[in-house]
């Protein structure tokens, strides 16, 4: 792995930096503090920006219109977008576009036109239904939402719980059990519209996290035709494994973004801040702090681009990926908490962004599989076969 | 957590007096009864939901009551409130359009 960026790669990841200090960060001097959507206005204009630089729809292939970036450079870039205090979970306030659902690209040429066209295009929005209240880490054996053949039909019974996104979704994702004796292999993916009779939104379901909140669903008799299966029947499961292992980068690499703009706060503050006559950055208990920062930082980094690579490679990087998102879900909470501490009060205000990040970095090691399934990920995949 | 806000209206000068610098959210009704504005108090807000209330009252002339809660997920209440009141009601609270003060998307609830 070459670690030295590419020319293009400075250009881009500097252009990148430009946009959310000078675009973003000004921006959110006047929004409340959980905010994670930009008035239409200031959306609109930034998405004319980022159209300009040509890295609107990082993610879509270039066949359907997106540049063509591979996953190293957009690490690099998902690095730079998180660099604000909406940025774990609203990078840029979603000025750059995105797949949304990416899985849609292996949809029928009907369901294309249907949802992901209108999804590249801006005027649908999609929500992606695995995690049931059963469980979301081993959906293999945890999804008990069922579905029926019903002639040409599927009738959909069932509920999902940490839903992102389904009360504003125009459809969904939603993985039932077509055949309870298959275990993974009895698993189809359907294409749920949700002004369809029998979807609900029951609640939001309120966490540490204010905004960009999950929802609870439930589906009673729904009526799903045969031609919204995405994929074959019984082969839901591989589209959601698949999707769980490429989110872990880009997950990362929001974390890694937020301890590196709080990394450099501190940097900027300590030497600043006084305390019995003498700057912070003179003590030793403070400069360790920021030395752990950086070492956390930088293990982080190297061990997402080391996944990113294989990724674009075409190699397995399940292990990979597993790691990034451990090693850096864990270094960006660490490094939160230590500059929160360098800050004292002002660390935990709402004035600043680390109370944000604190709590919403907690869940980091929840999300996207919770950290202890990361670690049964490589442990299975140091042992092979025989662990199992 | 009921979807619903269910804390008992109390006159505009009655909160006057109990209300505190909280984060959280609140309802006005007017005198039918009648929710007409949602709000919130978030981490911008002088004097939380004391200054809050103070200040949006001034802003929709109807409001005779008043009921909040305590919410530090001021954000995702605000909005479950407003789903929840979209269903209930078909729009909206009047106030809440007529100040534009809405998410730039509005969701869908069914609470039952």
């Known amino acids: 792995m070459d670690l030295n960026l590419t020319e293009e790669q400075e250009l881009i990841v500097g252009m990148v930096r430009r946009f959310v200090r000078e675009e973003v960060l000004p921006l959110e001097l006047d929004l409340d503090p959980d905010a994670d959507e930009l008035e239409p206005v200031d959306r609109d204009r930034l998405v004319e920006k980022t159209r300009g630089m040509g890295l609107y729809g990082l993610d879509i292939p270039p066949e359907y219109g997106g540049p063509d970036i591979d996953l190293v450079t957009r690490t690099l870039i998902a690095i730079e977008m998180s660099q604000h205090r909406a940025g774990l979970y609203a990078p840029c306030y979603g000025t750059f576009g995105g797949a949304g659902l990416a899985q849609l690209f292996e949809a029928t040429d009907d369901q294309k036109e249907r949802y992901l066209y209108p999804t590249l295009r801006g005027e649908k929005r999609g929500f992606f239904g695995l995690s049931e209240p059963s469980g979301g880490s081993d959906p293999a054996r945890a999804i008990q939402t069922k579905a029926v053949l019903d002639g040409d039909d599927w009738i959909i019974n069932g509920s999902k719980l940490w839903i992102s996104g389904a009360d504003r979704a125009d459809f969904g994702l939603v993985f039932a059990r077509t055949d309870s004796d298959k275990g993974r292999n009895g698993i189809t993916c359907f294409i749920v519209d949700t002004d369809n009779p029998g979807f609900h939104v029951r609640r939001i379901v309120h966490t540490l996290r204010s905004a960009h909140y999950a929802t609870e669903l439930q589906f009673e008799d729904m009526r799903i035709p045969s031609s919204n299966i995405l994929g074959e029947v019984n082969r839901g499961f591989a589209i959601a494994n698949e999707r769980l292992t490429r989110q872990r980068i880009p997950y990362a690499a929001g974390c890694i973004g937020v301890a590196v703009k709080a990394q450099e706060m501190a940097l900027d503050y300590v030497p600043q801040r006084e305390t019995f006559g003498a700057p912070l950055s003179t003590r030793q208990s403070i400069q360790w702090m920021l030395v752990d920062n950086e070492i956390d930082i930088k293990q982080s980094i190297w061990i997402t681009l080391e996944a990113a690579t294989k990724a674009d490679r075409g190699e397995p990087f399940r292990k990979e990926a597993a790691m990034a998102k451990l090693v850096a879900t864990e270094a960006g909470g660490r490094v939160v908490d230590r500059c929160m501490q360098m800050f004292g009060g002002l660390g935990v205000a709402k004035d600043l962004p680390f109370e944000r990040w604190y709590r919403e970095m907690r869940i980091r090691r929840i999300g996207e599989g919770p950290n202890e399934v990361q670690r049964h990920v490589i442990a299975r995949e140091l042992l092979g076969a025989s662990f199992r | ?112």
């Open chain 2, 1 to 112: 957590m009921a979807v619903r806000l269910n804390k008992p209206w109390q006159t505009l000068s009655e909160a006057s007096a109990r209300l505190r610098g909280n984060l959280g959210v609140f309802q006005f009704a007017d005198a039918s009864g009648g929710v007409i504005y949602i709000g919130f108090a978030g981490g911008r807000s002088l004097y939380g939901l004391k200054g809050e209330v103070r200040d949006m009252a001034a802003l929709v002339p109807d409001a005779t009551q008043v009921r909040w809660e305590v919410n530090t997920a001021y954000q995702s209440r605000f909005r479950e409130l407003l789903w929840a009141h979209n269903a209930d009601f078909g729009a909206l609270p009047k106030y809440n359009i007529e100040l534009n003060h809405r998410p730039v998307r509005i969701g869908r609830l069914s609470p039952g």
